[in-house]
């Protein structure tokens, strides 16, 4: 009686599917994660594929399969999936790569757990040895995309000037005025406006008192060194064929721009330093400075104009011999001592001449002149020396 109970019971349909295994064995199944990244080279915009794969084991697949949820097993193996799959994002940049330049970016990129999961027990469930995991992608705001798009595929030209010696408070601003032009954008048709860009030259825009040119000798004011980075600035765009809207030379040379009269000096609001993009696309500039070697460089990149500039050496006449010294208040000078701020520096005029060369063979010629005072050496002494009122300094 039971021997025909049981007989009965396999009969029946649901029974024997129960008892059954599996229709067919567990294989490895394959994880595969597909994106892309965009880069242009040489001018061009190139789209490359990223792939990955990871193997999941077949004995967890099987067990997996057999539960109808996903082994404990496999949480190692999704791991992993997990934290090679992320990729932190990161803006669009040109470097140089075998001697060209080459724009990367890399969108962030994160597995989406839950959804990776939800599909992997289907696909198991279903017999299935590959799925592509599910993430998210997240464009950075300064792509390569946006780059190609504004036509922003060339390097047009590249300046680079050094502040060799320069004291703490210099490189400081420097590298705080510097950091201000990276990755500016400026449209087709409008002005490069260097005071606009900076902002306020003041403590609250990270800048720090240095000494400047005032009144015939120096004075402490924030952002002293900052013609550095306008200087810099100026002879790439420059080099790149821009007209010149605005530029002011300094009162005297000053060795950290030499060659001589290849110079800029701003001076808000009095002062500054515009440069029209007639380029007919956007410009893109990047900065880049090392306080170790103390060099800054600035790269200008756009549109392939078919510019070519050549840049004179500076031509110098009307030399004059230098000032008498003048005297300045330094707090860390003691009574009746001195300390040499600056060197004197004979006066002269400098005139520089830029030939562009047009794609399709005009060749046009500007210059920039730039016409010094002689200078004399500057110390800085105690605030009640006498010597500050023989020059007039202010205490």
Same mark, same amino acid.
């Not at 990161?90 to 970016?105: C, S, Y």
């Given at each position: 009686?039971?021997?025909?109970l049981?007989?009965a019971?396999?009969?029946l349909?649901g029974?024997? *599917?129960?008892?059954q295994?599996?229709?067919a064995p567990?294989q490895n ?8 990244l965009?880069t242009i080279?040489g001018g061009?915009?190139v ?5 990955r794969?990871?193997t999941?084991p &077949?004995?967890?697949?099987?067990r997996?399969?057999?539960y109808?949820k996903l082994?404990?097993?496999?949480t190692? $193996?999704?791991?992993r ?7 932190r994002?990161r ?8 001697g ?5 970016? *890399?969108?962030?990129?994160k597995?989406d757990r839950?959804?990776t999961e939800a599909k992997?027990?289907e696909?198991?469930r279903?017999?299935e ?5 599910v993430?998210s992608e997240?464009?950075p705001q300064?792509?390569?995309?946006l780059?190609?798009?504004?036509g922003?595929?060339r390097?047009? &030209?590249?300046?680079?000037s ?8 210099r490189v400081?601003n ?8 990276d990755?500016?954008?400026v ?7 260097f005071n ?7 403590? &609250?825009?990270?800048f ?13 004011e924030?952002?002293g060194?900052i013609?550095?980075?306008?200087t810099?600035?100026?002879?790439a765009?420059?080099e790149?064929?821009?007209?010149i809207t ?9 060795s950290?721009y030499?060659?001589?009269g290849?110079?800029?000096t ?12 007639d ?7 990047q900065?880049s400075?090392?306080t170790?070697t103390?060099?800054?460089r ?5 549109t392939?104009?078919?510019?070519r500039a050549?840049?004179?050496a500076?031509?110098?006449t009307d030399?004059k011999?230098a000032?008498?010294?003048s ?6 000078v003691?009574l009746g001592?001195q ?5 004197p520096?004979?006066?002269m005029?400098?005139v520089?001449?830029r030939?562009v060369t047009l ?5 046009? *010629? ?9 200078w004399g050496?500057v $110390? ?5 020396d006498p010597?500050l009122? *023989?020059t007039?300094?202010?205490?």
């Amino acid at each position: 009686m039971k021997r025909l109970l049981l007989s009965a019971l396999l009969a029946l349909p649901g029974a024997a *599917q129960a008892a059954q295994p599996a229709s067919a064995p567990a294989q490895n199944l394959q994880l595969t994660f597909s994106g892309e990244l965009k880069t242009i080279d040489g001018g061009q915009l190139v789209t490359s594929p990223v792939t990955r794969n990871w193997t999941l084991p &077949a004995k967890w697949v099987a067990r997996s399969r057999e539960y109808g949820k996903l082994s404990t097993y496999l949480t190692p $193996y999704l791991d992993r999936v997990e934290k090679e799959t992320f990729v932190r994002g990161r803006p669009a940049r040109f470097e140089q790569v075998g001697g060209k330049w080459v724009a990367t970016d *890399q969108p962030e990129w994160k597995l989406d757990r839950k959804a990776t999961e939800a599909k992997l027990l289907e696909a198991i469930r279903n017999g299935e040895t590959t799925l592509a995991v599910v993430y998210s992608e997240k464009v950075p705001q300064r792509s390569v995309t946006l780059l190609a798009e504004r036509g922003v595929t060339r390097n047009l &030209a590249s300046a680079r000037s050094s502040f060799t010696g320069s004291p703490d408070f210099r490189v400081k601003n420097i590298v705080v005025g510097s950091a201000k032009l990276d990755y500016q954008w400026v449209a087709p048709g409008e002005d490069f406006d260097f005071n606009k860009s900076m902002g306020e030259i003041n403590a &609250a825009n990270g800048f720090v008192p240095g000494y400047i040119i005032a009144g015939g000798t120096l004075a402490l004011e924030d952002g002293g060194g900052i013609c550095q980075v306008s200087t810099t600035i100026f002879r790439a765009l420059w080099e790149a064929g821009l007209p010149i809207t605005e530029r002011h030379q300094h009162s005297h040379r000053v060795s950290y721009y030499d060659p001589i009269g290849y110079e800029a000096t701003v001076y808000a609001p009095h002062k500054n330093l515009r440069m029209k993009n007639d380029t007919g696309a956007y410009l893109f500039i990047q900065a880049s400075w090392n306080t170790a070697t103390q060099k800054l460089r600035f790269d200008v990149f756009g549109t392939d104009t078919g510019r070519r500039a050549k840049i004179s050496a500076p031509v110098v006449t009307d030399v004059k011999p230098a000032a008498a010294p003048s005297f300045t208040p330094d707090k860390q000078v003691a009574l009746g001592q001195q300390r040499l701020l600056d060197q004197p520096m004979e006066g002269m005029t400098s005139v520089i001449t830029r030939t562009v060369t047009l794609r399709d063979g005009t060749v046009k *010629q500007d210059s920039i002149k730039s016409v010094y005072r002689p200078w004399g050496a500057v $110390y800085g002494v105690h605030p009640n020396d006498p010597r500050l009122k *023989q020059t007039g300094a202010k205490r």
